[in-house]
């Protein structure tokens, strides 16, 4: 199907806490392959386990309470799971880089942000003050933030978002990592500014030919930027297919559902409510027996209550996790 | 429109918030605090009297005054502030004496609050049994009456100044301790230190590069009111004989010695004990309002 190389295959990634009330199954058998050069869309919502599957990846998961329990996280065929912190260090910042939601916060207030681009590069490459300085205002330069020299000696407070934002993606790209991971990167700004990270995203991926993971609930965004969308319900992927397919024939009925409560500008208008899933999210202290989703499937069988489907690959390249999948 | 506000803005009738950096703006805020700024003149005039007196008047404060004449004058053209029991010049005592309170009072207090930040940083950062550990050591710490430990300390260490300064930090670094502790536990939930985590940064860089620096602000006030703790615990050490020897004066010593001739010659006792209120209060107003001028909640 995609016949680039294999950049990261996350197999069963299985990362549970351990809290006083309980094991929470944050991510509980998620399955992902990303490809060289590949967009990737993560979508789900709150609490389905997109951002720990991120941290996951960084082996970045505060423990405790957290513990990645299984599963296998491979990258260039090196499983990271076992490597040691050392060499998890070197590979942060540099090969697999990420950025943040918040970036009112993200950035250390003490610091100039010339000081905490140059401290990425320097982590990882051997370079003098000068020559480091030299690629700082490049980078700076590179993601579209006017007068690099001047806002070089600048602090963090003395920025809107957008510019911290960009300041956050010049930090991740510094080192030209091969895999980018934007967790919720474009969540906390406002639509237009939005827009413009997103294009900046784009440009600089088609540019510097990295592979981005794009961690949202926010399908307008996938929509925007990714080649393949996985979906993601209670700590497992329920359907992953390209873009377009997503869209265009969505198999599982969560995909299903989702898709449906955005509204459309071109219906007609009425004044029938925007339809929504019925239910919660289940409380992860108390996943539901069977498939995750079934107490609130519309199409939901006894066989959806007592067995969990596998996922399975119904044409070429889209997965689905579903009894009775949805007809294209 | 624009050009008329930068105009209006160089004029400069009045500074917004924002045409400050951080530290021009708690220099500003610092000088509009009434108390930080008698405390600020109280430590002046201590500092002054301490390095500047000396300099106008050269009285050696360990020469002594042969005979019954030379003893418990009062003061005079020849001696200001008089001379004590060995008819040795109280001035230039003062000045002496105040250089070593003062230099106890600084190198404890910053000693003591490096420790505590280190400690703090270590327990707060790492949480788990680390923090269990270091966190009941300073209790522990904290539990022992200071006093008599001071003393026997003091005897078993010796006396002189970097002991005392030692028996003075052993037990002044709880409180800092605890203080970076409690930030490090909120910092460290900071995405920044997450994102530091992110570019590959090792444990110590995220500790020393991006915490500490951020419990400056709250180390810097604990320090300075610290030194005023610090010159009360040399008095106190030095008042009770186990602090700085004679012949070699310090404010807390020439209380201790005054004592025997409070009723003869209370001025003895007054001067040295000025010296040290003004000291420790100066230092707590300036500390307050620094605390005060770092808060940007806070409105001046």
Not at chain 1, 66 to 88: A, C, R, S, V
Not at chain 1, 207 to 234: D, F, Q
Not at chain 1, 255 to 270: A, D, N, R, V
Request: hydrophobic share 45%; proline share 5%.
């Amino acid at each position: 199907m995609d016949n680039r190389e294999v950049l990261v295959d996350i197999k069963n990634l299985r990362t549970f806490f351990y809290t006083e009330d309980g094991v929470v199954p944050a991510v509980d058998g998620i399955d992902l392959t990303i490809h060289r050069g590949e967009v990737v869309g993560l979508v789900g919502e709150s609490g389905c386990g997109k951002s720990v599957t991120a941290l996951s990846i960084l082996r970045l998961i505060p423990n405790p309470p957290g513990k990645i329990i299984g599963g296998e996280i491979f990258f260039h065929g090196q499983d990271l799971l076992k490597k040691n912190e050392e060499e998890m260090r070197m590979i942060r910042g540099d090969k697999i880089s990420m950025i943040f939601q918040e970036p009112m916060t993200s950035l250390n207030p003490v610091y100039t942000i010339g000081d905490q681009i140059s401290e990425a590069i320097t982590l990882h490459q051997k370079i003098d003050g000068a020559e480091s300085k030299k690629r700082t205002i490049e980078m700076i330069h590179l993601v579209g933030i006017p007068e690099p020299e001047r806002r070089f000696s600048q602090y963090p407070h003395e920025m809107s978002g957008g510019m911290r934002q960009r300041v956050m993606i010049a930090m991740a790209l510094s080192s030209n990592p091969e895999l980018l991971i934007s967790d919720e990167a474009t969540t906390a700004l406002d639509v237009t500014i939005q827009a413009q990270i997103l294009d900046l995203m784009r440009g600089l991926q088609k540019k510097l030919g990295m592979a981005i993971l794009i961690i949202t609930h926010n399908l307008a965004v996938v929509a925007e930027m990714a080649e393949t969308i996985s979906i993601a319900y209670a700590g497992k992927i329920v359907e992953s297919a390209s873009a377009k397919e997503t869209f265009k024939s969505p198999r599982h009925p969560y995909t299903y559902g989702l898709l449906q409560s955005i509204p459309k500008f071109t219906e007609k208008k009425t004044n029938e409510p925007l339809p929504a899933i019925e239910g919660m999210v289940p409380s992860p202290y108390h996943m539901p027996k069977g498939c995750r989703f079934n107490p609130r499937c519309p199409f939901a069988t006894e066989k959806c209550r007592e067995e969990e489907p596998e996922i399975l690959e119904l044409t070429p390249g889209h997965l689905v996790r579903c009894f009775y999948p949805i007809e294209s | 429109m624009a050009e008329k506000v930068i105009e209006a803005k160089k004029k400069g009738q009045k500074k917004s918030s924002e045409d400050y950096t951080y530290v021009g703006m708690v220099f500003h805020r610092l000088t509009r605090h009434k108390l930080a700024m008698v405390g600020a003149f109280m430590l002046i005039f201590i500092l002054l009297f301490v390095f500047v007196g000396p300099l106008v008047w050269r009285a050696n404060p360990n020469e002594q005054i042969e005979g019954l004449e030379g003893m418990f004058n009062v003061p005079s053209r020849a001696h200001p502030m008089g001379t004590d029991d060995y008819g040795r010049d109280v001035l230039a005592r003062m000045f002496f004496g105040g250089r070593i309170s003062l230099f106890i009072g600084f190198i404890s207090a910053i000693t003591s609050t490096l420790i505590g930040a280190l400690v703090g940083l270590v327990a707060g950062y790492y949480g788990g049994w680390a923090d269990d550990l270091l966190m009941r050591f300073t209790d522990a710490m904290l539990s022992i009456p200071t006093f008599p430990l001071l003393i026997a300390l003091a005897s078993v260490l010796g006396k002189g100044v970097w002991q005392i300064i030692l028996v003075i930090v052993i037990f002044g670094w709880m409180v800092d301790a605890r203080l970076v502790r409690g930030l490090v536990l909120s910092l460290k939930e900071q995405e920044y230190v997450e994102a530091a985590h992110a570019i590959g940064a090792s444990a110590n860089r995220i500790m020393w590069r991006h915490l500490f620096p951020n419990t400056l602000a709250v180390l810097i006030v604990s320090t300075t009111i610290g030194i005023g703790g610090a010159i009360i615990y040399e008095a106190s050490i030095s008042f009770l004989g186990f602090g700085v020897q004679a012949p070699f004066a310090s404010w807390g010593n020439m209380l201790q010695n005054a004592q025997q001739f409070i009723w003869n010659s209370p001025r003895l006792i007054i001067y040295p004990g000025l010296a040290i209120f003004m000291t420790v209060l100066g230092f707590n107003f300036f500390g307050d309002g620094l605390r005060d001028a770092i808060d940007p909640k806070l409105k001046l």
